[in-house]
């Protein structure tokens, strides 16, 4: 899991105590109201209304015909600029590192309830997680013996379970992003240790066992994944929140337009960096204690209980209530402010009973039935992003965490008021 450390960062302008874990935790295997002049939820017109259904183009396979392209992802929402004086929507970008489908059942289980609530999500796929473990020496990690990984691989089983979400997710409209391959967080050959080089080597072997599984697996009773990963693949999340500033050039040279590693990131609208958007894990009110937490399970896990899975029994419904508690007080302080994008990270696991995935679905529900709000993955944030006004967005970047404009046309208007 990696080490447990805290450190000072700045909160709606006080220095607060964050537990700025370095890590991102060890994968295992709305509906709200539409607002005016933002663009409409997955699945419906700007209108509201369904979107007519477009036969899916024949499928035009890529390579060993693991992957086809299958035309336009479905589902997406068109991006519009805000309009003067309007106050932008919520936005709520739920999202999973590693995305595996084992026994568990979680991949499927919250694909169901995205569906219920009309949500679209981020799930981060680890490449090794489509590659059986008996062709495990085809992975080559950067400062490891061939085959290595700090996480398991999954069963044959789940392998094939794995890529059935995965297509079945990304035709429902949600994104899939990389959570990169072996999870590396030790401090000596870590991923935070790793050069531009190596990330470029990393990123090439998580996409080419996504485009070449079929002839890693073997199975030949799966469709391909309707995408083009090359083309689809614009984003991710580093394991344990290491390494980014060296992985920045290597994901600005392939064209990926943003980067959901950094830690302790305000409740502020976000920027770019090397042109790129930095969507960081968030510090949001942790209840019952004076620091904050990152907006992510791990995070909660290692303060409630130090980092491990299993702790005691009689503690779990506080702490699933203090988990939902921190996840509601993050967006609330957003959505009744300045309106700053929030972002949530999770894992399919089942830490303390399964206490996160409880607190996090309680949370997405009663998210997605509040007014102005949208449930977008990361990718539908960037194509709204860059779809506003760069003067409007430099104005809203000067709202503070927690700060409630007296008049939104200050800052969602591009020239003076």
Excluded at 253 to 279: E, I, T
Aim: proline residues 8%; contains cysteine.
């Amino acid at each position: 899991m990696g080490a447990i450390s805290r450190r000072n960062v700045l909160a709606g302008g006080a220095a607060v105590t964050a537990a700025a874990l370095g890590v991102s935790g060890c994968g295992g295997s709305s509906s709200g109201a539409r607002a005016g002049g933002g663009d409409a939820h997955p699945g419906h017109t700007s209108s509201g209304s369904p979107t007519p259904t477009v036969p899916a183009k024949p499928a035009n396979l890529i390579g060993d015909g693991s992957t086809a392209d299958t035309g336009p992802q479905p589902n997406q929402p068109v991006p519009t600029r805000l309009q003067p004086g309007q106050r932008p929507p919520q936005f709520v970008v739920f999202s999973w590192d590693g995305a595996g489908e084992d026994s568990k059942q979680l991949f499927s289980h919250f694909r169901s309830v995205a569906k219920e609530v009309k949500a679209t999500m981020s799930f981060f796929l680890s490449g090794i997680y489509v590659l059986p473990e008996g062709k495990k020496d085809l992975y080559l990690p950067p400062g490891h013996r061939p085959g290595a990984s700090d996480i398991g691989y999954l069963a044959d089983d789940h392998v094939k379970a794995t890529l059935q979400q995965v297509g079945g997710a990304w035709l429902e409209g949600h994104e899939i992003g990389t959570h990169f391959n072996g999870h590396f967080c030790s401090p000596g050959s870590g991923v935070g240790t790793w050069s531009p080089e190596q990330w470029r080597s990393e990123i090439d072997q998580a996409v080419g066992f996504v485009t070449k599984w079929r002839t890693n697996t073997g199975y030949t009773d799966l469709e391909p994944l309707p995408f083009d990963y090359t083309k689809e693949l614009i984003g991710g999340r580093t394991p344990c929140l290491l390494g980014q500033d060296r992985l920045l050039p290597t994901a600005a040279a392939l064209g990926w337009k943003y980067d959901a590693s950094s830690p302790g990131g305000n409740q502020m609208w976000p920027v770019k960096r090397l042109g790129m958007w930095d969507f960081p894990l968030q510090s949001i009110p942790f209840p019952g204690h004076s620091f904050q937490v990152l907006s992510m399970d791990y995070n909660m896990l290692a303060n409630q209980t130090g980092g491990t899975p299993n702790g005691d029994p009689s503690r779990r419904p506080y702490w699933q209530q203090q988990a939902y508690g921190a996840y509601m007080a993050g967006f609330n302080r957003a959505y009744s402010t300045n309106r700053a994008p929030f972002f949530i990270g999770n894992h399919f696991e089942s830490w303390n009973g399964g206490i996160y995935m409880k607190a996090v679905e309680q949370a997405l529900r009663e998210i997605a039935a509040k007014p102005d709000v949208r449930l977008v993955s990361f990718r539908q944030l960037v194509h709204w992003l860059d779809a506003q006004d760069p003067l409007v967005l430099a104005k809203l970047r000067t709202l503070n965490v927690g700060q409630t404009p007296t008049d939104w046309r200050q800052y969602t208007s591009a020239t003076p008021v």
